[in-house]
């Protein structure tokens, strides 16, 4: 931290608020795509665990709603507060936005209570109790893009921001892309979070039959988690299209200036997402009789996607910045001259598009394994439901680092080329610094989800 | 055994044929790079077992499943953060108009993409070919026009640059009076009256 800034400064505490707010945020919008698609999934197959999968998870559910409001609260106190000048351009200029906003964040939270109790009520009416779990899932949907609206904006404002229409403003460079990139994120974050649910469930039940539902739940959970995750990063590709066709001074920021190794710690966190979920896949297929004949492809799999790994990793140079000066020669810190190509694009791309591909085969390997054998529910691999935890843990985090890199693309700019960031606390933060942040960041939310998880599940479990 | 055994040939490789390389070879890789290759030998070596290992007794107590949860968590993100805080660092650097000297602007001018300088000039290995390198140019500018200081000659090169051509580039940079501010161009100056 600059000596002349406070450890805990405007931006720190900003910083907190709007992350945990996107958190909450984050799996309200995600969780209940899943809840709904369960409750279907139940009534057209009569299983009724899907049913009672949607039920307890939309009991965590309404309860994150009131933390996700009052973060939200936090976060607009301190924008008013302590960012007079942006916050006064945006509530201005977005008026409408925001007012429709306001005014959906009511139906939102009408909605959610009404399928939440009337769930009893319109057990005989499911397409009824359904249908209303689809309106919630689109206005919530349709919030998260009126606020994407906003904050692509600051990044990707169009040309004279002041004269600029609504619609020029919100439907700006990088919105579409913002848009899907959270919209997919926001489902494989959902599926993790419920898998994390029920692998603790899993380990702390007694009962056979709750380790068998549990063991489900948390297949289900994984099951969702990794479909969306092998569509994100073509998502996380379209958005950053978007950014680079904008501005390509962001671009040199992004990947060859400062943030450059911000992107190689997203290649470790990504590429551990991926692996852990095919560990789960491989721990789970133990399970299934005649299983054992998928083992070696397995095995293969694992290779191809560690192969992928580490040339996503191999950077292409060890200095922080684009201008920073070695402490020693040039050539111990930079990347050979024959094998340059494996920092250079193609070559991520080429990787990434393995690890993909690979976790897609042993997706359906899996699929397979499980349709032709037979799956003993609960009895599993105590390892696969700590890899349940490890995948929701690493997600969140995930989130909270992304998060950072986005806003500080914008550079010096509050509103990029608009609207410049003169506070006292505007710096590009290290990769150190903002690692501690994001971890600081995903260990409140899981002392907030804990709190909110013992008391949805045990304490109402005692009762 | 075999495990431990092929990772220390793997480890022994990535230290050891460095040694008989050179970096004419192109294929010489340095010790950060031979640290992330360790690290990562270690993290396969980590699934391999992992892959292997003999299943895992559920837990006796809930509070034991609470403690392998929340170790799980630690480790997790502890180490992520540990990786990322051994990383290369830059310093915290304000970007309010008073927190950088004139150098220190233009450097970030010399870089920065709309300006474009090291499209075409290179400072110690960055940047372009298609101009003279200027990593020691506070030195030589002095002596390219007699009577002229480094100051003015690099001031002259900026506003307008066909006035002298370094052979043997050719005539092809802009002037830059109409591109840059009067603080800018201080800037830009100050900091290239740095590199000696």
Known sequence: ?463 | MRLVLAFGVVVAGIWLVPLFLTVESGLKFGPPYQALFTLLALFGGLVVYLLRAPAMAPPKSASRAMAGVALVFLVTIGGVVLLANVAPQFAFEGTGEAAATGPERGRVLFFDVKVGCFLCHSVQGSGGTRGPDLTHVATSAGSRKPGMSAEEYLRESLMSPSSFVVPPFDNIMPPFAQRLTPEQVGDLLAYLQGLE
Not at chain 1, 92 to 102: E, I, K, N
Not at chain 1, 331 to 353: N, Q
Not at chain 1, 393 to 420: D, K, N, Q, S
């Open chain 1, 1 to 463: 931290m600059p000596p002349e800034v406070s450890l805990i400064n405007d931006r720190v505490v900003i910083w907190v608020v709007a992350q945990l707010h996107l958190l909450f945020a984050a799996f309200v919008l995600g969780a209940p795509i899943f809840i709904v698609v369960s409750e279907y999934l139940g009534m057209r197959s009569g299983d009724g665990r899907y049913e009672r999968l949607a039920r307890e998870t939309m009991k965590i559910v309404a309860m994150s709603y009131s933390l996700t409001a009052l973060f939200g609260g936090a976060m607009t106190f301190v924008l008013v507060a302590k960012y007079q000048q942006l916050s006064n351009f945006l509530f201005q200029r977005f008026y409408p936005v925001f007012g429709t906003y306001a005014i959906l964040l009511v139906v939102e939270t009408a909605l959610m209570y009404l399928y939440w109790y009337s769930w009893d009520a319109l057990a005989k009416h499911k397409g009824v109790h359904i249908g209303i779990g689809v309106a919630l899932n689109a206005v919530g949907t349709v919030v998260m893009f009126l606020m994407n609206g906003v904050g692509s904006f600051m990044l990707t404002p169009p040309p004279s921001p002041e004269s600029a229409s609504l619609w020029q403003m919100v439907n700006n460079a990088t919105w579409t892309g913002l848009n899907l990139h959270r919209f997919v994120a926001n489902i494989a974050f959902g599926g993790f979070m419920v898998a994390l649910f029920a692998a603790f469930m899993f380990l702390t039940s007694r009962e056979e039959r709750d380790r068998a539902f549990y063991d489900w739940m948390g297949y289900i959970g994984n099951f969702i988690g990794v479909g969306a995750l092998i569509l994100l990063p073509v998502a996380g590709y379209i958005y950053t299209k978007e950014i680079f066709a904008y501005n390509a001074t962001i671009s040199t920021l992004l990947m060859a200036d400062k943030l450059a190794w911000f992107f190689v710690i997203q290649g470790v966190l990504v590429g551990l997402l991926f692996l852990g979920a095919m560990y789960y896949m491989w721990l789970s297929i133990q399970r299934v009789q005649g299983g054992v004949r998928f083992h070696s492809y397995f095995r293969g799999a694992f290779w191809v996607a560690l192969a992928g790994f580490v040339v996503w990793l191999v950077p292409q140079n060890f200095l922080p910045s684009l201008t920073a000066e070695p402490s020693g020669p040039i050539s111990e810190v930079t990347i050979p001259e024959r094998v340059i190509f494996l920092g250079f694009m193609p070559a991520k791309g080429l990787a990434v598009s393995a690890m993909v591909v690979i976790t897609a085969f042993v997706y359906l390997l899996y699929r397979q394994a499980i349709s032709t054998g037979t799956m003993v529910w609960g009895q599993i691999d105590t390892k696969a439901q700590l890899a349940l935890t490890f995948l929701p843990g690493l997600a969140v985090f995930t989130m909270a680092f992304m998060g950072p890199i986005r806003e500080m693309a914008r550079g010096e700019w509050h509103i990029f080329e608009f609207m410049a960031d003169t506070t006292q606390a505007s710096f590009l933060t290290p990769l150190g610094f903002t690692a501690i942040m994001a971890g600081l960041n995903t260990t409140l939310f899981f002392l907030l989800m804990a709190a909110v998880f013992w008391l949805g599940f045990k304490v109402s479990h005692q009762g």
